[in-house]
């Protein structure tokens, strides 16, 4: 007997071969073909597995993926569109926030935490999306109720059976209005729900992450929000009436239920910087506390149940997806059991002027597509010619041989000083047809790339 992930995460991956997920990838990612082609992989393995009888599917854990590489390249990016391509939660934590100060650091497990909440509102908007249609007629009946109170029928009026008509002909006469807009101005009185008490969770253990139970569940009573009546315009009363009444054709304990689900079948975490709390064997001082939170972070990996609001969620089958630019320290530095928990080692290239050429104008919302999309809103009609994009990725290549290769991220400084004149003054200009080419680029970074100190501080 086959198994399925959750709703759509079955429906959007099942069709894709790993060559297809590459090539959705290489959309929005230039180059880091290896790192593509692994992730593609793990991907494709989540629908193999689905396709398995429940005893096997139970056993084949996720090929978790250590990601070597320099900040800049892509890492995060492949990582982040992969699961939009999966449509599966995912969430990015910061290995070195587990250990901000001293040894204290936040709990690892509130990234299983923040992964689940994140589900719940995937799952809370699909559902808003089914009933929203239902919810804006409920809505617009309220509405109608309100301006159109329903009279009841005096006893002399009983035999006249035109009444009931002449009610219903008003009423779909001030419908019709509301449609075309014509009610907008008129002021309605709501009863709205004030906000209550602030809701505050008793801490269970030893950590402030591990909060439990909410005293709203204990008592349900105390902490009743109020109504209290509140006038506002046709427009804004539809809208809250709408909110309403999605509201109460939603399900929570349903939402609840699916989203840990797919949580737990197709969820992704990627822990960025996990070569800062890479620490050497035998070290002292802070390199205790780093191999203290790798020790931490190694149940989760590896698969644990965790205590969240919505219920008890296994991490036996999340993706985790761990990166670093390891630098000073090296893979190996992290903890024998933490090393073998991520099977998978991709490296990624560093990137030059060709990469940097690509990445400015292939992708679908390309760096050189956004300027001119943003200049577009003040009428300018921005180009860049062919030489202007090279000389671009020429300058962005010399300052990160220079100063710190901090990758792709650098042609976000070199293009902010580059369009920063036509920035400030766009409103302004009276020829609202502006080419960017090589003379140009030049005229504005050339001394800035060749004064080291300058290049330093302002790209």
Known sequence: MPIYLPEATKTSTEALTPRQIVAALDKYVIGQAAAKRAVAIALRNRTRRQKLAPELAEEIAPKNILMIGPTGVGKTEIARRLARLAQSPFVKVEASKFTEVGYVGRDVESMVRDLVELGVEMVRGERLEEVRSKAAQNAEERLLDILLPPTRPAASDQDLP????????????????????????????????????????????????????????????????????????????????????????????????????????????????????????????????????QRDILPIVEGTTVNTKYGMVRTDHILFIAAGAFHVSKPSDLIPELQGRFPIRVELDALGKDEFVRILTEPRSALVKQYMALMETEGIELSFTDDAIHRIADFATIVNERTENIGARRLHTVMEKLLDEISFEGPDLRDKRVVIDEAYVTRMLADIVKNDDLSRYIL
């Open 162 to 293: 035109s009444a009931p008509d002449q009610q219903n002909q008003t009423r779909e006469r001030f419908r019709d209005q509301l449609r075309a807009g014509r009610l907008d101005s008129r002021i309605v009185e709501l009863e709205v729900r004030e906000k209550g008490f602030p809701s505050f969770e008793i801490i269970a253990g030893s950590s402030v992450e591990e909060v439990d139970i909410n005293l709203k569940d204990m008592l349900p009573g105390l902490f009743q929000s109020k109504t209290k009546k509140r006038r506002m315009k046709v427009p804004e009363a539809l809208q809250y009436l709408g909110q309403e009444e999605e509201q109460k054709l939603i399900d929570m304990d349903s939402v609840a239920r699916t989203a840990v689900e797919r949580v737990e079948q197709a969820g992704i975490i990627f822990i960025d910087e996990i070569d800062k709390i890479a620490g050497r064997e035998g070290g002292h001082g802070p390199d205790v506390s780093r191999e203290g939170v």
